[in-house]
């Protein structure tokens, strides 16, 4: 078995760890998927992968949270640790709006 690119943390942090692959975070069907690189997060405008074998082909890990192995259910907040030391917030009750994507806490580095 190989290593995930991200671990789970409480019931709605990923923490990305791995720089070669990014995440592509699917939260269920109505919300827009997330694209967590090691420079940052941002919104996925691009063709989701119908597999997980189709990501790592486009050098991603699809990371569906409503998953038993990840949260289990469709979250309202996310939390996401990323390689270059912030966290973000993803608030998926304002899909819309700035507040959809936000430094939850900056580098102490």
Known sequence: MTEKP?????RNTLIHKIRKLDLLVVNGDDTPPILVTYKGIKRYEGKIPENKREAKMMDMELVDVTTG???????????IQTLNGKEYKIDYSKPDTS?????HQDSIF
Request: avoid cysteine.
């Open 99 to 103: 507040m959809f994507i936000k430094i």
């Open 69 to 79: 192995e990840i949260f289990g259910d469709e979250k309202t907040l996310i939390f």
């Open 6 to 10: 991200y671990l789970v943390s409480g």
